[in-house]
């Protein structure tokens, strides 16, 4: 297999705003992750909110296989324009990683067809236990059944998404509440992973487990070689003999 090129698309906001957070990550989120990718022998650019176009321009979405999406407090700024153009590679085969708050970013939510990404939330540092609730899905390679996460933020059902097409992990939080935290669907060509931990306070982006998580779902995310599909009224493939009396198609359908 050809190397998997990712780009690491991060708000950057939190890292220069606030200490605590700068501490965890000096060089941003971005570069946290696509640290461990580059180990991992991905080929990894990053992109950031505030660079042109957000660092996405068309050339990077072209050369990109998956794009890592990490937002929290800006979601809003994030141009309508830039939007569409992620959406059209997902359709047409780029994997999209969409990480902890991203669930209420605009591409998500446009992805998702919901325009909510509601949920419920609390930043009180609990304990969270992460379950691989499909320990034969590929994105659970090489994992524990399950992974104790010290300190993380809650977010809790019910989380206003579709029915997920494969259903990876479910927390547990101390305070008692669940939440579907690992997630795929599909969409057009393109294949979407929801992951949920990563609050940015806490250093959950060092931990070896959750970076195996982000790796392998980066290579289930990846595009595969797949068939050119045509849409539309079309020909028969086999001679189609049979004439029903007065019929002869339905123009209304014709484009
Ligand atoms: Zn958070």
């Not at 606030?18 to 941003?28: E, H, L, R, S, T």
């Not at 309508?80 to 992620?86: A, H, K, T």
């Not at 991203?102 to 609990?126: C, P, Q, V, Y």
């Not at 797949?226 to 049979?242: C, E, L, M």
Request: proline share 5%.
């Amino acid at each position: 297999m050809s190397t998997i090129r990712v780009t690491v698309w991060n708000e950057y906001l939190h890292e220069i705003q606030f200490d605590q957070v700068a501490k965890i990550y000096p060089n941003g989120i971005h570069n946290c992750i696509g640290d461990f990718l580059k180990e991992a022998g991905m080929d990894v650019k990053t992109a950031t909110l505030r660079m042109p176009e957000h660092g996405l321009t068309e050339a990077v979405l072209q050369d990109t296989d998956v794009l890592i999406w990490w937002g929290h407090m800006a979601h809003h700024e994030v141009a309508d324009d830039i939007v569409q153009r992620v959406y059209q590679r997902v359709l047409d085969g780029m994997g999209l990683i969409v990480l902890h708050s991203g669930h209420a970013s605009k591409i998500f939510s446009k992805l998702m067809g919901t325009n909510s990404g509601n949920l419920k939330w609390r930043e009180d540092g609990e304990k969270e236990i992460l379950w691989a609730v499909d320990p034969g899905h590929p994105i659970c390679e090489g994992l524990d059944e399950k992974i104790i996460i010290e300190h993380e933020e809650m977010y809790g059902e019910h989380f206003d998404i579709p029915q997920p097409d494969e259903q990876v992990f479910i927390s547990w939080f101390a305070g008692g509440e669940v939440f579907r935290s690992g997630c795929c669907w599909h969409r057009g060509k393109g294949r979407i992973f929801y992951f949920r931990p990563g609050h940015e306070v806490f250093p959950i982006y060092h931990m070896p487990q959750i970076q195996k998580i982000i790796i392998n779902a980066v290579k289930w995310a990846c595009p595969r070689k797949s068939p050119d599909v045509t849409y539309g009224n079309t020909q028969p493939i086999v001679s189609v003999d049979s004439k029903v009396e007065g019929v002869t198609g339905n123009p209304g359908l014709q484009e």
